[in-house]
């Protein structure tokens, strides 16, 4: 099968550096893009994906925001599911019994309390800026302009995320998807979307998931890699995700996906 789209993860896929793409990555994107649509897929808000869709020359590309929950072609927006106040309350609620900081996003929005370091990481690794201001205040802002949020991210140390991510998959694991993107955060997304249903959106009447080949590297890559014609774990990824994968390539550190593409995408 000739694969017609490339979809990547960014962070700990793509992404040779916390931030950047390697000049290997850069060069083999621009030899294939001519013949495949290259869409990155991540976890991230628009702002923080737009920067490298111009390194690699793909801006005429869709991009997958938030793990799917907001799509989004140029300024157009093709798909846009948030999680809504009631739940983001209730989450609030959990969150300031277990001492645990939010950060809320809604499409180029990120709302934090206070800064940290975590944050401070944040602002470097995805080269975007939050405004500062009480969570009660951004919850009463949304609940006025009847919008929620496309990301909730959670943070604390790994002995509050080890007691707060249990009591959230029980009382609200049937609306959210939660996710920990490691030991001291924890992602929460709408229920309906993901990875998978996002590409299924942008796939034109003449391509199915036959035609893709994605590369991933954590749980929440998984579906995607599990139903693309060809899946690709990257070297650092989680045994879970290497086990569902058609293939295993270099560690991001070691530009694992443009050493895919250059051995296995000859053009």
Request: charged share 25%; proline share 3%; aromatic share 8%.
């Amino acid at each position: 099968m000739k694969y017609k789209i490339l979809c990547s993860d960014l962070d700990g896929t793509l992404l040779t550096s916390k931030s950047d793409v390697s000049d290997f990555t850069i060069s083999e994107i621009k030899r294939i893009k001519q013949h495949l649509k290259v869409i990155l897929v991540s976890a991230r808000m628009p702002s923080a994906m737009t920067y490298l869709q111009k390194d690699l020359a793909i801006k005429e590309q869709p991009i997958i925001c938030y793990n799917g929950a907001l799509v989004l072609d140029g300024d157009k927006e093709l798909s846009s599911v948030y999680i809504g106040t009631d739940h983001l309350k209730k989450i609030y609620e959990l969150s300031e019994a277990n001492n645990t900081k939010l950060g809320l996003y809604y499409k180029n929005e990120w709302y934090v309390e206070e800064d940290s370091e975590r944050v401070q990481k944040e602002i470097r690794y995805t080269k975007t800026t939050p405004a500062f201001r009480p969570t009660s205040e951004t919850l009463s802002d949304w609940t006025a302009r009847e919008i929620g949020a496309h990301k909730i991210m959670l943070m604390s140390t790994k002995e509050s995320a080890d007691i707060l991510y249990p009591t959230l998959e029980e009382k609200l694991g049937k609306y959210l998807n939660l996710y920990r993107s490691n030991d001291t955060l924890i992602e929460v997304a709408p229920k309906s979307v993901s990875k998978l249903s996002a590409i299924k959106l942008v796939l034109q009447e003449d391509e199915s998931l036959e035609h893709v080949i994605s590369f991933g590297d954590n749980y929440n890559d998984i579906e995607m890699l599990e139903n693309s014609g060809c899946g690709v774990a990257v070297g650092n990824a989680r045994e879970e995700v290497k086990a569902v994968s058609n293939a295993v390539t270099l560690p991001n550190t070691e530009n694992g996906v443009a050493d895919y593409i250059k051995k296995h995408l000859v053009i």
